[in-house]
């Protein structure tokens, strides 16, 4: 039996890591950010948190299908879908946002993708759920849910509206 | 350019692509014709051009899919601009690329062909984009390389230019969103033109409402119906109401006989003035997949005219050919746990 997140639950998460992620702005000076949302669930949480934190650059986004380091073993995604950023990366602060973080790769492939836009002065990480089991050194500087979750399980966010986190723990 | 094909035009019969183009999961293995091929990969096709359309705004334009990968531009005939268009392609992937231009003689090409593609094997080339004069020569390459090796056709003869059709039907696409309401003209030299048979399948498959060709008879196959098309002899009754008018080039190079009059009553008859345009729908969209003959198939005002997408056409045309690599480069593999 799978157990569900509903909307309600999603929203308390995105409250909290808005007043997070604002506290870690002032804290680390950063002023007039670029955020940018990895295709698909983390833009949808992206347009959650742009919204709510009124940013002024419009809301990036990145597909890093052609980026990533399973290519030679899984083929191409078929629903890749262009990266668009409506601004410079150069010198900006960049807010990055995903919908799960488990081993760390999606993040490595962004980072990758973003720097082939230009030098960006930061690069800040944000995700709805930190999972865990982390095989690359990478870290989130706001988590909504931390879940503790075994290899065998998935945890999938479906939206964009109502968001919903699906797993299959028991 | 080309001296190998005499007769090859107008006796061709295209040979069936069907079957050795998709792999057993009916995805694509070779690209070597539209022709029978499904209106889903024609347009997978166009949704990853798409997104390889944003990796041009990128400071380091390249992206690294195809990395490790050999992609061989093998080119029996001359051609810049269609052979820097794949070479930049493959190196905005990453991909290693080596360009091979082979001169031909007619007489010794079948063995020399396989020599040519035997030698690069074995030198583990994932890929061959084959360019030859002779119709047929991709086909006969993707029949005889080994499995795991795919071949993309780059123009063979009169019989197939898939990727320029590719881009074709992307660009129109980026302009005019829905093919079913779109009645689309072709004109000019359809005997010999490769690209034009291209571009007809891809209309058909992708459901246009109507494809004419206007042409003189002397530059139109003889069973032209047969294409699925609704032919035309003059410009004002074939533009009425067109919504893109597609200009092929006169491939003078491959003509012998006479098969026109003069360069200036084919311009006074077929060629492309903005007196003519005014026949067609106001928003139309001109297209011509050059080298244009300016004076002879359009008018200069009309090539650099409002409604020319000439350039978008060369621009959409890289993005196009990387999604052919990446998608043929990205099957056949074997599905494990993704995150």
């Given at each position: 039996m799978g157990q569900k997140l509903t909307n309600v639950g999603i929203q308390q998460a995105l409250q909290g890591m808005t007043g997070e992620l604002s506290a870690l702005m002032k804290e680390k000076n950063i002023q007039d950010p670029l955020m940018v949302g990895i295709h698909t669930g983390g833009l949808w949480i992206a347009e959650h948190l742009h919204k709510s934190l009124a940013l002024e650059k419009p809301l990036g986004e990145i597909d890093i299908s052609f980026y990533r380091d399973d290519f030679t073993r899984i083929g191409l995604n078929p629903q890749v879908k262009p990266s668009q950023l409506?601004?410079?990366?150069?010198?900006q602060h960049i807010i990055l946002v995903d919908d799960v973080l488990y081993t760390g790769r999606t993040i490595r492939a962004a980072l990758n993708e973003l720097f082939d836009y230009g030098r960006p002065q930061s690069v800040t990480l944000v995700v709805l759920v930190d999972r865990g089991a982390r095989e690359l050194p990478v870290h989130a500087d706001v988590v909504g849910l931390e879940l503790d979750l075994s290899p065998r399980n998935q945890v999938k966010l479906t939206g964009p509206t109502p968001l919903a986190l699906e797993t299959n723990r028991n | 350019m080309s001296s190998s094909d005499q007769t090859a035009s107008t006796s061709f019969n295209a040979p069936d692509c069907s079957q050795i183009q998709l792999n057993e999961h009916g995805r694509l293995h070779h690209f070597l014709t539209p022709q029978n091929l499904s209106k889903d990969i024609l347009t997978e096709i166009m949704d990853v051009a798409e997104s390889f359309s944003s990796v041009a705004n990128q400071a380091v334009k390249k992206v690294p899919v195809l990395r490790g990968k050999t992609i061989v531009n093998l080119f029996f005939e001359n051609s810049t601009r269609t052979r820097t268009t794949f070479e930049l392609a493959a190196k905005r992937l990453s991909a290693d690329v080596i360009n091979i231009n082979v001169a031909t003689s007619?007489?010794?090409k079948g063995e020399s062909v396989l020599d040519t593609i035997r030698t690069l094997e074995a030198m583990q080339v994932d890929m061959f984009v084959v360019r030859h004069a002779d119709s047929g020569t991709a086909h006969f390459i993707a029949r005889n390389v080994a499995p795991h090796v795919s071949v993309i056709n780059a123009g063979d003869g009169s019989h197939a230019h898939p990727t320029q059709a590719m881009l074709d039907m992307f660009t129109i696409r980026r302009v005019k969103k829905d093919f079913s309401k779109l009645k689309v003209a072709i004109i000019g030299d359809i005997l010999h033109s490769r690209v034009a048979r291209s571009e007809i399948h891809a209309l058909n498959i992708l459901g246009a409402k109507e494809v004419r060709v206007i042409a003189p008879n002397t530059l139109l196959p003889i069973d032209a119906k047969a294409l699925g098309v609704t032919v035309f002899n003059d410009l004002e009754s074939g533009l009425d109401d067109v919504d893109v008018v597609i200009m092929l080039r006169l491939q003078r190079e491959r003509m012998h006989g006479a098969?026109?009059?003069s360069e200036n009553e084919y311009f006074d008859r077929f060629g492309l003035t903005e007196e003519k345009l005014a026949y067609t729908k106001s928003d139309v969209t001109v297209m011509h997949p050059g080298p244009i003959n300016r004076g002879v198939e359009m008018a200069a005002s009309v090539a650099d005219g409002p409604n020319s997408v000439v350039l978008q056409q060369v621009t959409n045309g890289i993005a196009v050919r990387m999604a052919v690599m990446t998608l043929i480069l990205g099957q056949n593999r074997q599905v494990v746990g993704a995150e």
């Open positions: 409506p601004h410079s990366v150069e010198d | 007619a007489a010794s098969l026109l009059p």
